[in-house]
C-alpha cells in the first residue's frame, strides 16, 4: 500500500505541474518530434522490485531513432542508466541468476550480443557474428545463449565471361534471381539463405550452428527444462507456404530436428510449459480467405493432442507467456481498438488485467507494444493517447495497473495534446456498429467551426484506437477535427467484420468511412464546405477510392497506395500471399474483378486536387503505383503533385525527419486548397 501511494503521490504532483503550466502550453509542433521517448521490452528484475527496459529516443544530428537500457525501481520510480550513449541497444534477457543480462547492440559498429554484469555495471562483447542476432534466450542453467541468424547459401551465378584481363574494370556483372521472394520492404534486394539457430557460451567464443535445414527458423526458441529438446517453428517450402508453418523439436544432443505438428495453417510462437510436458502455440486453419483467428492452443508433448484455449475468444492472440506454477498464461490481443491483457487460466474463466498496452508505434494509432510475466508480476508498455509508452506493472490476475515511468512528463507539461474522444456509430449500409476517434484541436470551442480532416489507416487487416499518434495530434495542432475510424475489414471486431471486404476491397468500407464524417458533422462544429481526407498503404487506396466516388472532399493526399491491383500483385515484394488470399484468381484469369477494384479504374470521375507521397525504396506498394495514379490524373487534367521520399520504405516515418516531412506537405497541400493556414513561425519552434 506505501509504494501505491507512493507512485500516486508522484504523479499527482506531476499532474498537478502539468495543470499550473498547461496555461503556457503550446499545441505540439513539427520538431517536437524529436523529443519524444518511449519504453519498450520492460524484463522484471530482483523479483520484480526493479524492471529493466529499453528507452528509445531520437537522434537529432543522425535523424535515427536511438535505444539504451535502463532501470527503474517499480516501488519509488527510480531510475537509473545500464547503457548510454548514440546506439541501439536492445533485447535485454536477464540470466536465470538475476545476476548478468544479455542484450544486443550495434555499439562495435554491428550488432552483436553483450553482456553486462549487473552488480559492477561492466559490460562486455561476447560475439563477433557476420549477421544481426535475433530470438535471444538463455539456457536454464545460465551457461549458454540461443539465438538466431541468417546464413547465407552459397551461390553461382549460371554464366561468367572469359577473357578478363587481371586488374581490368568491368561492369558489375547481372544479378541472377530465381526465387519466388527476392525483394522485401524494408531490405532492397535479398540475398539467398536462410535463418538458422545458434548457440554460444555465456562467457564469449565461437557460436555454435545447430540448424542447417533449408528453412527459416522461427523464435521464441522453447528449451526443455532438461537442456534436452529445443522447440521452434518454421516453414519448410517457404517457396510454396505462404503463411504456414510448423512446430519443431530439436535434439540438443544429436542436433537431429524433428516436426511434431503440421496442421493446415501456421503454428508459430510456441511457449513451452515451466514442466516442459505441454507446448503453448498461436494459429488457426488455412481456410484462404483475408482473414482467420489466430487462437492459443495446447499441445501436449506425449500424446500429441491439440486443445484450443481460446476458442470463446474470436480475438487474435498477439502473444503469450506461462505463469511460473504452469496453471495458466497471460495473453495479449486487440479488442474494439484496444491492446489487452489477460489471465488465461488452463481451466476457468479468462479475466483481463489491462486495456492499455501499446504506445510504440509514434507515427499513427496501430497497435503495438509488448510484455513480460516473471513470477506473479507483468511489466508492459503502457499506452496513452496523449504520450507514448511509459512502463506500467500489474499482478498477473488483477487490474491494478501502475505507470511507474514519466519518460515524457516534460514533453507533456509543455505541450497541449488535442482531447481524443471514442465516436460511436451506425453504417447507413447495413446499421453495422461501427467506432471512429476524433481528435480535437487544443483549445477547441464547440460554437465554433473547424475544417475536418479524414485520416484512413492501412493493412486493410488492422485497427486504430485511442493511442497517441504523433501525426493525428499534429493535424489537431494544426487546427482540424481529425476523425479516424475502424471500418469494416478491420481487425479487433472478430472474423465476420474483417471479411466483409474478403476479394471485395474497397467496398462498403468506403461507406463506413462516409457515415463516420457525417456522424462527426452532425455533432455541429464541422464546416462541410472544408472537408480533406488522406491515409497510407491500404488508407491511401481507400483515399484514391473516395476521391473516385464522391466530390465532397476539397482536397486529398494518397500516400502508399496501390492504385492498380493487377500491377500491384506483380510488382510488390510478397505476391505469393497477396494473389491467394485477396482475390479468388490470378490477375491473368479475373482481370474485371481485379481491375473493379483498382482506383485506377475511376480516374475519370476525379475532380479532387490530389497529391500523391510515396517513399523511393517502397517495395510493398512500390512506387510505380503511385506514378501510374499521377500520371493518369495529369492526363485527365486533375490538378495533382508528387512527393518522393528519398531512401524510404514503406515505413515511410521509421525516420523523424520523414514523419515531419509527411505531415508538412499535407499540411501544405491542404492549406493550398481552403485548409488552415499553416503558421511557419509555430510550426516549429
Not at 487460466?345 to 507515427?363: E, N
Amino acid at each position: 500500500m506505501k509504494t501505491f501511494t507512493k507512485i500516486l503521490v508522484a504523479h499527482l504532483c506531476l499532474a498537478l505541474a502539468c495543470f499550473a503550466t498547461l496555461v503556457h502550453a503550446k499545441p505540439m509542433q513539427l520538431d517536437d518530434v524529436f523529443q519524444l521517448e518511449y519504453a519498450t521490452d520492460p524484463q522484471p528484475a530482483n523479483k520484480g522490485k526493479q524492471i529493466i527496459f529499453v528507452r528509445n529516443y531520437f537522434d537529432n544530428q543522425n535523424d535515427k531513432q536511438r535505444s539504451n537500457l535502463w532501470l527503474t525501481d517499480a516501488r519509488t520510480g527510480e531510475m537509473q542508466a545500464l547503457t548510454s550513449g548514440l546506439y541501439n541497444d536492445y533485447a535485454p534477457r536477464l540470466a536465470p541468476d538475476g545476476k548478468r543480462l544479455a542484450f544486443i547492440s550495434n555499439r562495435t559498429g554491428s550488432a552483436q550480443i553483450h553482456m553486462l554484469w549487473l552488480d559492477s555495471g561492466r559490460t562486455a562483447v561476447i560475439s563477433q557474428l557476420p549477421a544481426s542476432p535475433g530470438q535471444l534466450t538463455w539456457s536454464h542453467d545460465g551457461r549458454q545463449l540461443y539465438f538466431t541468424q541468417f546464413v547465407k547459401s552459397p551461390s553461382k551465378p549460371p554464366v561468367s565471361l572469359p577473357g578478363k584481363p587481371e586488374q581490368a574494370s568491368w561492369a558489375k556483372p547481372p544479378v541472377f534471381i530465381d526465387e519466388t521472394y527476392y525483394r522485401a520492404d524494408g531490405a532492397g534486394f535479398t540475398e539467398r539463405g536462410f535463418t538458422q539457430i545458434f548457440r554460444i557460451s555465456a562467457s564469449g567464443g565461437s557460436a555454435e550452428q545447430l540448424t542447417r535445414a533449408e528453412m527459416d527458423h522461427n523464435g521464441p526458441l522453447a528449451i526443455s527444462p532438461n537442456h534436452q529438446q529445443l522447440y521452434f517453428s518454421a516453414t519448410a517450402d517457404p517457396e510454396q507456404a505462404v503463411i504456414n508453418s510448423a512446430l519443431y523439436a530439436l535434439n540438443l544432443s544429436n542436433l537431429e530436428t524433428k516436426k511434431i505438428l503440421d496442421g493446415n495453417g501456421p503454428e508459430a510462437q510456441p511457449r513451452l510449459s515451466p514442466d516442459g510436458k505441454t507446448l503453448a502455440f498461436i494459429g488457426f486453419e488455412d481456410k484462404l480467405r483475408l482473414y482467420e483467428v489466430s487462437r492459443l492452443h495446447l499441445l501436449d508433448l506425449k500424446s500429441n493432442k491439440v486443445r484450443t484455449l481460446t476458442g470463446d475468444l474470436d480475438r487474435d492472440i498477439n502473444d503469450a507467456q506461462w505463469h511460473e506454477d504452469g496453471k495458466g498464461l497471460v495473453i495479449s490481443y486487440d479488442d474494439h481498438g484496444k491492446t489487452h491483457l489477460a489471465w488465461q487460466p488452463l481451466s476457468g474463466k479468462r479475466a483481463i488485467i489491462s486495456r492499455d498496452v501499446g504506445g510504440t508505434t509514434l507515427g499513427r494509432p496501430y497497435p503495438s507494444g509488448n510484455f513480460t510475466l516473471a513470477g506473479d508480476l507483468v511489466a508492459f508498455s503502457h499506452s496513452q493517447p496523449h504520450r507514448p509508452a511509459e512502463v506500467g506493472i500489474t499482478h498477473y490476475r488483477k487490474a491494478n495497473t501502475e505507470v511507474i515511468t514519466s519518460l515524457n512528463s516534460d514533453f507533456n507539461a509543455r505541450t497541449h495534446m488535442g482531447k481524443v474522444e471514442l465516436l460511436q456509430y451506425q453504417s447507413s449500409v447495413d446499421q453495422l456498429p461501427l467506432e471512429a476517434w476524433i481528435v480535437y484541436p487544443p483549445n477547441f470551442n464547440p460554437n465554433e467551426k473547424y475544417p475536418l480532416l479524414l485520416e484512413i489507416h492501412g493493412g486493410p487487416v488492422a485497427n486504430y484506437g485511442p493511442r497517441f499518434s504523433s501525426e493525428m495530434q499534429l493535424f489537431a495542432a494544426a487546427g482540424y477535427v481529425v476523425v479516424y475510424a475502424n471500418p469494416r475489414g478491420s481487425d479487433s471486431y472478430g472474423p465476420d467484420f474483417v471479411n466483409e471486404i474478403h476479394h471485395n476491397y474497397p467496398s462498403h468500407d468506403y461507406d463506413d468511412l462516409m457515415d463516420a464524417v457525417d456522424a462527426t458533422i452532425a455533432k455541429g462544429f464541422i464546416d462541410e464546405e472544408k472537408l480533406f481526407v488522406t491515409g497510407g498503404s491500404g488508407g491511401g487506396v481507400l483515399t484514391a477510392w473516395i476521391v473516385g466516388h464522391t466530390q465532397r472532399f476539397r482536397a486529398a493526399v494518397v500516400a502508399k497506395p496501390v492504385i492498380n491491383w493487377f500491377s500491384f500483385s506483380l510488382t510488390a515484394d510478397f505476391y505469393p500471399y497477396f494473389t491467394r488470399y485477396w482475390f479468388a484468381k490470378k490477375p491473368w484469369e479475373d482481370v474485371e474483378h481485379y481491375m473493379a477494384r483498382s482506383p485506377i479504374s475511376y480516374v475519370g470521375n476525379v475532380k479532387t486536387p490530389t497529391m500523391l507521397l510515396t517513399g523511393e525504396a517502397d517495395y510493398r506498394t512500390p512506387m510505380s503505383e503511385t506514378e501510374q495514379y499521377y500520371q493518369a490524373l495529369k492526363l485527365a487534367g486533375v490538378e495533382t503533385a508528387m512527393v518522393r521520399i528519398p531512401e524510404a520504405g514503406h515505413s515511410i516515418a521509421a525516420r523523424p525527419s520523414n514523419l515531419m516531412n509527411k505531415v508538412a506537405y499535407i499540411l501544405w497541400w491542404f492549406e493550398k486548397h481552403g485548409g488552415k493556414k499553416i503558421d511557419t513561425e509555430t510550426a516549429t519552434h
